[in-house]
């Protein structure tokens, strides 16, 4: 199986399950406990996945490509040149790339926080305003933020599948589902409970469910094309990988877990008053599962 047809069925899947997810509330009612539990074990598994695969295969990436370059150089103009020189160019390379690793990673993270801090911020603007509109615009903003944070997935699985690496692949469908289709069911919940139409759901359902196979479809084809280019500084596929980990993080720790646990962004609780119930011992143990899950599966996974 080549890569495009990989991509392209993990897309459809992606896509397919999403909807099915979101349409769950409309049908059945669903234990929020269960709900719960999906989501700590999808945010370990964006944790896991992004410190234990993402990040070791875009570092890879971004030293493969220079190093396999400049060998080509160095032995193309002077075949028996010492290899001192080669390690010479690589080392001066390795400087170069070590701030595009950093660099990668903040600007997920960063985009990502951009992405809540204006949602919250638009939220907010409409506070002093009738209890319709605000309701109306936290209904857009919502499946807004959503789309956003699931086009960056689709980042993810889209500069996964340009490794043509099977397992990565795998790997990062698995974590995104396990953390989408919790959220595929939380917002058709949200978007019910603010009395919002039933066909409109739908379609505010399939822009949510469209967004990550569409840009990991689009960040395939745009990476294939970069490498046909043969860009010679900076290997795109790890530079996406890296920015994927950074909205991974984030994701995980700031917007998930502090929600499944309770906790928001609070770090000042009042005295005598209990304001967060924290995760009990089953999450937690599949918070732990998550993050190990994919160190787990990619040993053996070599290059």
Not at 100 to 120: A, C, R, T
Not at 123 to 139: F, L, M, W
Not at 167 to 193: D, E, Y
Not at 247 to 272: D, I, K, M, N, R
Request: hydrophobic share 50%; with cysteine.
């Amino acid at each position: 199986m080549d890569d495009f047809t990989s991509i392209s069925l993990l897309s459809l899947a992606m896509l397919v399950g999403c909807y099915v997810s979101g349409t769950i509330p409309l049908a059945v009612n669903f234990s929020e406990e269960k709900l719960k539990l999906v989501t700590v074990l999808g945010a370990g598994l964006l944790c896991g996945t992004a410190l234990a695969v993402i990040i070791p295969e875009g570092v890879h990436a971004l030293y493969e490509e220079v190093l396999e370059g400049e060998t080509q150089s160095v032995a193309s103009s002077n075949p028996r040149a010492d290899k001192v020189v080669v390690l010479g160019e690589h080392s001066h390379s390795h400087e170069h790339l070590h701030a595009y690793i950093g660099v990668s990673l903040v600007l997920g993270f960063v985009f990502m926080l951009l992405v809540d801090q204006i949602g919250s911020a638009h939220v907010h603007s409409s506070a002093d305003d009738p209890e319709s509109a605000r309701v109306a615009s936290s209904k857009i903003t919502t499946t807004l933020g959503l789309v956003v944070h699931a086009a960056a997935d689709g980042v993810a699985l889209g500069a996964a599948a340009s490794t043509s690496q099977t397992s990565v692949q795998l790997i990062v469908f698995v974590a995104i589902m396990l953390h989408k289709a919790p959220a595929a069911f939380g917002l058709v919940s949200f978007l019910m409970h603010a009395g919002l139409e039933r066909n409109r759901i739908r379609k505010h359902l399939l822009a949510f469910a469209l967004a990550a196979p569409v840009l990991a479809m689009v960040t395939f084809v745009g990476l294939s094309q970069s490498s046909k280019e043969a860009l010679s500084n900076v290997n795109a596929t790890g530079v996406a990988m890296l920015f994927s980990a950074g909205t991974f993080l984030y994701v995980a720790t700031v917007h998930v877990l502090p929600e499944v646990g309770g906790t928001g962004h609070s770090h000042s609780p009042t005295p005598g008053k209990e304001t967060a119930k924290g995760l009990s011992k089953v999450e937690v143990g599949a918070l732990v599962l998550g993050c190990l899950l994919p160190l787990v599966l990619s040993v053996g996974h070599h290059h």
